[in-house]
């Protein structure tokens, strides 16, 4: 009996020992299953995070060569801006050295005129041409702006000639004053009469203007001038002077 017990005894070890190394290698088998997955879930982890560093990364250079290219654009159109404005600057100063070189050059001549006269005429013939244009400007039936056609500037100039004769005041200058006779005036007047159908008396200012030349004439009442000066001739010539200068330099 003791025998047998011993036996049985021996034979439990044994079976619970293949219990025991069956567990273990099971274990074993599940501890290296997990290890297996945990070693691919941190290695596609990996990769997640490495193409998300890569799209990242791309993202950010983009981001900067989209950048620096938009700096290189904004430089490049200022730079462009910065030259037109600069050929802009360049050709006005030309055009305005060579107007005012012009002008410079005519005021100069203004002395040879009164002296040799200009195409053919002497400088008081000058002087009363533009007083003739100053007097008819004033005195025509459309002025200051005033427009009319047909039947009723015809009644215009009968109003005019029915009236008395308009007086007008001739402003030179001192140095020109010796130019400028009352029986010069009195003839331009006369002159005007009978082409313009006009009535006017014109009369030498004692008043004196500050000009190189020419002259201006105005209403006794001062409401209505024409400034016939060389310098005011010339200002208004200006902007046709500055285009031709600028078709020569530019075509």
């Known amino acids: 009996m003791r025998r047998f017990l011993r036996c049985f005894s021996a034979l439990g070890e044994e079976v619970v020992f293949l219990g025991v190394g069956e567990i273990l290698e099971r274990i074993k088998e599940e501890a290296s299953a997990e290890r297996e997955r945990i070693l691919r879930e941190a290695e596609e982890q990996a990769k997640e995070i490495l193409e998300e560093a890569k799209t990242s990364l791309e993202k950010r250079r983009l981001a900067v060569k989209m950048r620096e290219e938009k700096r ?37 001549r203004i002395k040879e005129v009164k002296e040799e006269g200009f195409k053919g005429k002497s400088y008081r013939e000058i002087l009363a041409g533009l007083v003739k244009e100053a007097a008819i400007s004033i005195s025509s039936p459309l002025t200051a702006g005033e427009t009319a056609t047909g039947e009723t500037a015809e009644n215009a100039v009968k109003e005019r ?6 007086e007008l005041e001739v402003l030179v200058s001192e ?3 010796n130019f400028v006779s009352q029986s010069l005036l009195d003839k331009i007047s006369a002159e005007i009469s009978k082409e313009e159908g006009i009535k006017i008396h014109l009369s030498l200012s004692t008043e004196r203007i ?11 009442d001062g409401k209505v001038e024409v400034n016939n000066t060389f310098e005011k001739r010339m200002e208004r010539f200006m902007p046709i002077l500055r285009e031709n200068v600028a078709r020569i330099l530019w075509k």
């Open 210 to 220: 500050k000009a190189s030349g020419g002259v201006i004439v105005r209403r006794k």
């Open 161 to 166: 000639e029915s009236e008395e004769s308009e």
């Open 72 to 108: 290189g654009e904004e430089e490049k159109m200022r730079i462009i801006r910065s030259a037109r404005l600069e050929a802009r600057r360049i050709k006005w100063s030309a055009e305005q050295e060579i107007t005012n070189e012009v002008f410079e050059n005519a005021k100069k």
């Open 175 to 177: 140095e020109d004053a």
